[in-house]
């Protein structure tokens, strides 16, 4: 089974940048869209990237997303960190055809 | 603005069977795919299933399929997620989400319905 490995946690100071990582288990994960999604504490989650690099409306552009197929991994960099960013961010794409896959999920810590 | 309202927690005895609604407002309710997403405590989201509202047509994920069934009755703009026979490992946050076409991404979320089977 098609499988999406994200770090378990991540951590960075207001106004960095952090990088979340997205590693598919076989295949190509260019083959497939990749989003992600954004749940803070108690809420549901939200869409904060779509078909790889694409931002909602009203989603900052502190936020970017991008695809490397070298190390078949997607990647989900927001850059000038704020406390508001802290939450878990989980990417998504699918096994085969229509089969919606989740990652893990990663806990961001804004210290 | 799209909004989807889901019906509200419930706290059920194992062995019972269980309705819970999604109702979408603000758009084409037929013209969007609807998935059902579980999140235990704790932990990840995980794809349950969804369904086309124009057709009723259910595509589910192997690891629920035969433990719940996915409805929907577009006269009200309303998705069901149900079970017949609830056990403990129900106990979970269950979320409906929109599906966009053609990326298939889910652009607009329920609230949540908190479910919760008692051991």
């Known amino acids: 089974n098609f499988m999406l490995t994200q770090p378990h946690s991540v951590s960075e100071s207001p106004g960095q940048t952090v990088t979340i990582s997205c590693t598919g288990s076989?295949?190509?994960?260019?083959?497939?869209?990749v989003h992600w999604y954004q749940q803070r504490p108690g809420s549901a989650p939200t869409s904060v990237m779509y078909?790889?690099?694409?931002?909602p409306s009203g989603v900052p552009a502190r936020f970017s997303g991008s695809i490397d197929s070298s190390s078949n991994s997607a990647s989900l960099t927001i850059s000038g960190l704020k406390a508001e960013d802290e939450a878990d961010y989980y990417c998504?794409?699918?096994?085969?055809?229509?089969?919606?896959?989740f990652g893990g999920g990663t806990q961001l810590t804004v210290l | 603005e799209v909004q989807l309202v889901q019906s509200g927690a419930e706290v059920k005895e194992p062995g019972e069977s269980l309705r819970i609604s999604c109702t979408g407002s603000?758009?084409?309710?037929?013209?969007?795919?609807i998935n059902w997403v579980r999140q235990m405590p704790g932990q990840g989201l995980e794809w349950m299933g969804m369904?086309?509202?124009?057709?009723?047509?259910?595509n589910y994920n192997p690891s629920f399929q035969g433990h719940i069934t996915i409805s929907v009755d577009k006269s009200i703009n309303t998705a069901y997620l149900q079970w017949n026979s609830l056990k403990a490992s129900d106990t979970a946050m269950y979320y409906c989400?929109?599906?966009?076409?053609?990326?298939?991404?889910?652009?607009?979320w329920g609230q949540g319905t908190l479910v919760t089977v008692p051991s």
């Open positions: 076989s295949g190509s994960i260019a083959s497939n869209y």
């Open positions: 998504q794409s699918y096994d085969g055809g229509n089969f919606p896959v």
């Open positions: 369904i086309d509202p124009s057709d009723s047509y259910t």
């Open positions: 603000g758009y084409s309710f037929s013209t969007y795919w």
């Open positions: 078909e790889n690099n694409q931002r």
């Open positions: 989400a929109r599906r966009v076409v053609p990326s298939a991404h889910a652009d607009s």
